[in-house]
């Protein structure tokens, strides 16, 4: 990665941020995008919000193109619970949904809210084949899991989901894809879910207060919904401007800095990680039978581990049974380095 990447981040110059998964840094460009905008009602009063309704379908547009996805099918909203929530309010009382365990405590809660009946299962090394087992013992109206799991870092094989998405044609299937956009390349046409939803400020670097969601055209005609009553619902009272415009600005910034570029090297770097944390053996035993993963590791770790990293700089949280680590583009080989260094004293 080179310098003047990282220097956009002043965070980056005074730790090892390895935290992108629990708040992704803001850029000096979006500090001071976001100051002009604060600048502007500070003087137009409400000259500022006069446009706001044109200006957010020119947000629709930014992220729909980021995650090649209908526009009228599209929306901005303040966060993933909120969103979810509204997804959720579609779906008739008494639906029969499949969830996972331990998955995003938001995620959980809001479908417990309702008058759904639920199953869950277990995250195993091959819970993808477990859900396909699960749904030729019943019927189930709804999949709803995380692309990526938030504890775990376990991200969901899109291969084996498209496989039961083929085997069960109406089934919808509604991720959490708040650990996942931004810290990979994506196309909700061409992927297995029906409903993605995500908050922007974690690998997206969007700052607080901004979402997006998307609905294909199976979800809107299994619910007898139609896109307008989307947009009724999402855009009813007043909007988060400042969140949906940062939102728009980031997608803008990744975009001009060569996303897939962007992506490579993370990848590299979360390669370089993963195998200096398994040499250490600290990565939990389903993350060694699984393919693929993402870019957020948890090893096996206290709060006596948190602290020790903590103390020599070294940003990251304390999630589950473990200390997770994250690494993203902006995130350099001499750092990990560091890391592994430090955990091998531990060890």
């Given at each position: ?16 941020y ?73 779906i ?26 639920v ?21 189930y109206?709804?999949?709803a ?56 400020y ?140 430090i ?5």
């Amino acid at each position: 990665m080179n310098n003047k990447l990282r220097s956009y981040f002043p965070v980056l110059n005074s730790c090892a941020y390895f935290n992108t998964a629990y708040v992704g840094p803001m850029s000096i460009q979006l500090f001071e995008f976001r100051n002009k905008l604060e600048k502007e009602y500070l003087n137009d009063g409400d000259k500022f919000k006069i446009d706001n309704i044109e200006r957010i379908d020119d947000f629709r547009e930014t992220i729909s193109g980021f995650i090649n996805s209908k526009k009228e099918n599209t929306f901005f909203t303040s966060n993933f619970s909120t969103g979810f929530r509204y997804i959720l309010d579609l779906i008739p009382k008494k639906s029969r949904i499949l969830t996972l365990k331990d998955d995003y405590n938001s995620l959980l809660s809001g479908i417990n809210e309702r008058e759904f009946i639920v199953d869950d299962l277990s995250i195993t090394f091959d819970f993808e084949i477990q859900i396909e087992n699960q749904l030729a013992k019943k019927t189930y109206d709804i999949l709803a899991i995380s692309v990526v799991q938030f504890l775990s870092g376990i991200k969901v094989d899109f291969g084996l989901l498209k496989k039961i998405k083929e085997k069960y044609p109406k089934l919808i299937i509604i991720g959490d894809s708040t650990q996942f956009i931004g810290s990979d390349l994506f196309s909700f046409k061409d992927s297995p879910f029906d409903v993605i939803i995500g908050s922007g400020y974690k690998w997206m670097l969007a700052g607080f207060g901004n979402a997006y969601m998307a609905v294909s055209d199976n979800f809107i005609k299994q619910t007898r919904s139609t896109s307008q009553i989307i947009y009724e619902k999402v855009y009813a009272g007043h909007i988060n401007f400042l969140g949906s415009a940062s939102l728009n600005f980031s997608i803008k910034f990744l975009q001009q800095n060569n996303f897939h570029e962007l992506i490579e090297t993370k990848k590299i770097l979360g390669k370089f990680l993963i195998e200096g944390l398994k040499d250490l053996n600290l990565i939990n035993p389903i993350i060694k039978s699984r393919k693929n993963h993402s870019n957020i590791y948890t090893i096996i770790g206290d709060n006596n581990l948190y602290n020790k990293l903590q103390s020599h700089g070294i940003r990251c949280s304390l999630r589950g049974e473990g200390v997770r680590l994250s690494v993203h583009f902006y995130n350099s080989e001499s750092e990990i380095d560091y890391l592994l260094k430090i955990l091998k004293k531990s060890n």
